[in-house]
């Protein structure tokens, strides 16, 4: 059997049914065995860099690996920023590179590039199949390193000529990497110490993160909070492994998460973390984090645990969150039996009083521009009954969109966390409604960030993913004018977005529908016209201009530091953008 | 846990399969995350599928604490031991080619008999030295030779091994 219908037939072995890619000189035998078969289907891109999210997408939305095929060079070099995404967002996706032929190697050969150098610091383990014998094994551990422990992203390269030569089809059962450990079982004593600790906290706080989505984790989460009557904050990543609208939620905590989840920390006694991993956007001021409070942190990848230097972690507990968490609410159920249920009230008293007295809260009225806050809110109340998949690109609108857009459940939250990806919303959103036809997926995105794949429009239309996609068009990159604003005394160095497309005209261009909203009351109509079309849908909402995002901890503060609001020289009334640089024409009252 | 942020050198032996890109996934993960390499060695073992790295890193506790955990979670690396958190042996090698005149040819060589250094090469105006020994033992023979005049110097950098525990004394933390 030649390399091709081997990779063929390995990746039926491991379930796969679609690939995300794009040909080229060196794959071209794969995609010629590709073509001859039905079982898998391949969703060719307009960029591979849209290849990469769509797979992120799909793996993020179903916890199945994401499976992309490119070619070499270039091929090779638009993965780059979907590898990267993947591995600081622990995603489990599989991308196969095309490279020249063996003895082509280090030549300098046409479209030849280092696919393993420039891969290796952002992949969790990368391959070249060197020999077709190796190839069935190869993509076997590919699978397995992607899919266990902290999940991550892997390269297997693949030269011309394996893709040709000919071996005999066998598809190892057992994986056999001495070197490769990933899993973890918490230690009981561990477990147990937590369990007593959590018991005996005052104002104990749950801090979860992606890592549980990732585990599967949500259920032993809920039961942890409701058994310790413990308030939880979510991070970014974490949205949705813990109801939204449950009474013991707090919503996100971090740069701009809500008052109460970032003063619920600062201020707890106990942290448990899960599946989390400190993240400068969440800690803020790292030697002023959660000062008063013992730290549990519960992990599977070790070098997360006591990573950063200023916060000390008490208890640490190596493993898989699932199963530590299902072990830890045992032992609380034991532990904390027959404690006076009064210990945590006053606790509770004071997180209602800050969550009444600062809500996330924005004000639309009738004759003023749409506030990006009002869209986001009207998609989230006009759809949450439909339970939407949600992906964001990066920016103002993802912060917005993780404030107002109430997730119930996990895997339907797909945004770029660690690596801050524009462009990652709408091909992230196509992966996920690839694996879900029938399902609602929306895609929050800027006109910024928009534009950074919006070729994937043609995907989109061909391969009928119906994608809705909202824009909260600012005209700016919103997120770095509002710095500007704050922290560059109102230079708008290179932040206002001049010559923006007709979005309505570009959906139509790609055969897509594009609708327009230009004051509040024509948002309910557009979202609900949206929702309602078959196939995808480019929502252009043109919104208020200089609305900046609240909470804030500005870079370098401690959590109990948020500015809630514009500071007075911002304020409407002395605030005017003008646009900078060649925008002399744009003066813009707000 | 106490955590000290005293710099420190640390020796850390690993093993790890002899594969091409191995040695470059270490090095890259050293700079990638900013970390020192003092030296680095690379060889074969016993078992050719598996080689021997014995890296000499510095850097406080938490450092070292997560140098030990990034080498760890390498797919390739098979095993990871700070030997300096046990007794070990530490070996490293030098080459030193040292000038000589009529006068200093009796105390260069004076000098390799003390340090156990042999000559391996000579000329009328060079001797070359080949020693080995603690790092500590041959920055202490290039100290007094430097003044006599190195021409060349390489080293081999580190390579070390636990020391076998004996008798009752297997608990011993240094040498």
């Known amino acids: 059997m030649n390399g091709s219908k081997i990779f063929i037939e390995a990746l039926k072995c491991e379930g796969v049914d679609v690939i995300f890619g794009l040909p080229g000189g060196v794959v071209l035998k794969i995609f010629d065995e590709l073509h001859q078969q039905s079982d898998i289907q391949v969703v060719v891109t307009r960029h591979e860099q849209g290849a990469g999210h769509m797979a992120e997408g799909y793996a993020k939305a179903t916890g199945r690996p994401g499976i992309v095929l490119v070619t070499s ?14 591995y600081m967002d622990s995603v489990p996706i599989i991308v196969f590179t095309g490279q020249v032929s063996t003895q082509l190697i280090g030549n300098d050969a046409f479209q030849e590039a280092d696919n393993l150098g ?6 969790k383990h990368n391959f070249l199949v060197r020999d077709v014998k190796d190839l069935a094994r190869t993509i ?13 992203p892997v390269l297997v390269d693949i030269p011309k000529d394996v893709s040709i030569n000919t071996a005999e089809f066998k598809y190892p059962k057992k994986v056999n990497l001495r070197g490769y450990n990933p899993n973890h079982c918490g230690d009981k004593t561990q477990v147990t110490r937590a369990a007593e600790a959590i018991s005996q906290a005052k104002r104990p706080i749950i801090y979860v993160g992606g ?4 585990s599967n984790a949500a259920d032993e989460v809920k039961a942890l909070a409701e058994i310790g009557n413990i308030p939880v904050d979510m991070t970014l990543m974490g949205l949705g492994v813990f109801p939204a609208t449950h009474p013991l939620s707090l919503g996100m905590l971090g740069m701009h998460g809500s008052y109460t989840a970032n003063m619920a920390i600062h201020h707890a006694d106990l942290v448990i973390a899960v599946g989390s991993r400190f993240d400068d956007r969440v800690t803020g001021k790292t030697s002023e984090f959660c000062p008063k409070a013992k730290i549990i942190h519960i992990d599977i990848d070790p070098t997360s645990i006591r990573k950063v230097r200023d916060i000390e972690v008490h208890i640490p507990i190596l493993g898989d969150v699932k199963a530590v968490l299902m072990e830890l609410t045992q032992a609380l159920k034991v532990s904390i039996d027959g404690r006076k249920k009064d210990l945590r009230e006053p606790w509770w008293n004071q997180l209602r009083d800050w969550m009444d007295r600062y809500p996330l809260t924005y004000a639309q009225s009738d004759d003023e521009a749409i506030k990006p806050q009002y869209v986001i809110d009207r998609l989230y109340r006009l759809t949450t009954d439909n339970d939407p998949i949600v992906s964001t690109d990066v920016g103002q609108h993802q912060m917005w969109a993780a404030q107002y857009f109430k997730l119930e459940h996990p895997r339907r939250w797909l945004t770029s966390g660690g690596l801050g990806t524009m462009g990652f919303g709408f091909p992230a959103a196509m992966g996920a409604q ?14 910024g960030s928009f ?11 061909l391969y009928k993913l119906p994608v809705k996609v909202a824009i909260i068009n600012n005209h700016y990159h919103g997120m770095v004018r509002q710095w500007q604003d704050l922290f560059y005394e109102g230079r708008y160095a290179s932040s206002y977005l001049s010559g923006l497309p ?21 948002v309910d109509a557009v979202i609900q016209e949206a929702v309602h079309m078959d196939g995808p849908v480019l929502m252009d909402f043109e919104v208020s201009r200089s609305e900046n995002c609240y909470p804030m901890i500005p870079a370098g503060g401690a959590n109990n530091e948020m500015l809630l609001q514009d500071p007075p020289h911002l304020s409407p009334a002395t605030k005017s953008l003008v646009g900078v640089s060649d925008d002399s024409d744009s003066v813009l009252t707000a | 846990m106490s955590v000290e942020s005293v710099e420190r050198e640390h020796i850390v032996s690993m093993r790890v399969e002899n594969r091409s890109g191995v040695l470059a996934r270490v090095a890259g993960l050293f700079s990638g995350r900013g970390y020192n390499i003092e030296s680095l060695t690379v060889a074969p073992t016993l078992d050719p599928t598996i080689s021997m790295m014995t890296i000499v890193t510095k850097g406080d506790d938490l450092i070292i604490e997560q140098i030990l955990k990034q080498l760890n979670k390498l797919v390739e690396a098979i095993s990871v031991v700070d030997l300096t958190e046990r007794a070990y042996i530490d070996r490293d090698m030098a080459i030193i080619k040292v000038k000589t005149t009529l006068e200093t040819r009796a105390e260069v060589f004076r000098i390799a008999e003390i340090f156990r250094a042999r000559v391996i090469d000579s000329t009328n105006t ?3 030295l080949e020693v080995t020994g603690t790092g500590r033992k041959i920055e202490a023979m290039i100290y007094q030779l430097e003044s006599l005049g190195i021409e060349e110097l390489v080293r081999a950098g580190h390579i070390a091994v636990a020391r076998e525990p004996y008798g009752a004394d297997t608990d011993r933390r240094s040498e």
Do not use: W
């Open chain 1, 502 to 522: 007709d979005y309505v005209k570009l959906a139509e261009a790609y055969g897509a529908l594009g609708l327009r909203a230009t004051s509040p009351s024509d």
């Open chain 1, 118 to 123: 420039i891969s290796r610091p952002c992949t």
């Open chain 1, 434 to 447: 690839r694996a879900y036809p029938g399902r609602l997926v929306l895609c929050v995105s800027g006109d």
């Open chain 1, 211 to 214: 890592g549980a989505v990732f």
């Open chain 1, 73 to 86: 060079g270039p091929g090779m070099t638009n993965i780059v920023t979907p590898l990267a995404d993947a």
């Open chain 1, 451 to 461: 534009q950074m794949n919006l070729q994937e429009l043609a995907t989109a239309v």
């Open chain 1, 140 to 152: 076997r551990e590919a699978f397995h390193i992607a899919t266990t422990g902290r999940p991550g």
């Open chain 2, 126 to 128: 060079m001797y070359t």
